[in-house]
């Protein structure tokens, strides 16, 4: 089955500096990779996802880079603010099956002021 | 359009007692998928229902407990004879019938405590 492996565990970036968080996933018939934001007690939050017939999707200040050969994908957040700490899960699924996600472990960014 | 609703957001049991957890996936969305989260760790995936069906239940312990999506009403997760090692937040999400299938949306929780 599908595993998927993150890193860092823990980021620290100060303000207005960016943060970079890899992913790497063992099935390459996963084609969905969805990012999410998880805020301390509050629910999971889908800030950005990408399909395996792009290899890259931008939004803002948050950016997703897939590479399917190397089966691997990072999220990119640009000019970081306080608010965007939280604990970030990559997730990886397969088309056509049964939509179930594998998740990372996460990363917990905390960005300084 | 209200988003994927959950209750309760808190639910205590002793060792032995039942926990029934509600999910009501957002309107138009028929997938319902139920994760467990410990403390400081990932998603797990549990099942995964469409109504009247489980479509998935791998994540599931086959013992104690059991999830239903029926016709009517809200997605239920039942944990029978709880113990602590229960002890986590139970997330549901939903996804659309069609498009962006996969895009899945995910409740408040509930965090359950069992003493």
């Known amino acids: 089955g599908e595993n998927v492996e993150q890193h860092p565990s823990t980021l620290s970036v100060q303000e207005g500096d960016s943060a970079v968080i890899k992913c790497t996933y063992s099935?390459?018939?996963?084609?969905?990779f969805p990012w999410y934001k998880q805020e301390l007690g509050k629910r999971p939050q889908l800030i950005i996802d990408i399909r395996s017939n792009v290899g890259e999707k931008k939004d803002q200040r948050i950016a997703v880079t897939l590479n399917k050969t190397a089966k691997h994908f990072s999220l990119h957040i640009t000019e970081t603010q306080p608010e965007d700490s939280a604990v970030y899960f990559c997730a990886a699924s397969e088309v056509g099956s049964q939509g179930n996600l594998i998740f990372g472990k996460g990363t917990k960014l905390s960005v300084k002021p | 359009n209200a988003g994927v609703m959950q209750n309760p957001r808190h639910l205590v049991r002793r060792r032995g007692q039942e926990a029934r957890l509600r999910c009501s996936p957002m309107k138009g969305h028929s997938h319902v998928y139920w994760y467990r989260q410990l403390p400081e760790e990932g998603l797990k995936f549990m099942v995964y229902l469409q109504k009247e069906n489980i479509i998935d239940e791998s994540g599931m312990p086959k013992e104690r407990f059991s999830a239903e999506f029926p016709k009517e009403g809200p997605s239920i997760l039942r944990i029978q004879q709880v113990v602590r090692g229960d002890s986590a937040a139970y997330f549901c999400?939903?996804?659309?019938?069609?498009?962006?299938?996969?895009?899945?949306?995910f409740g408040p929780g509930t965090r359950l405590l069992v003493l």
């Open positions: 099935d390459s018939a996963s084609n969905y």
């Open positions: 999400a939903s996804s659309p019938t069609t498009g962006s299938a996969l895009a899945q949306y």
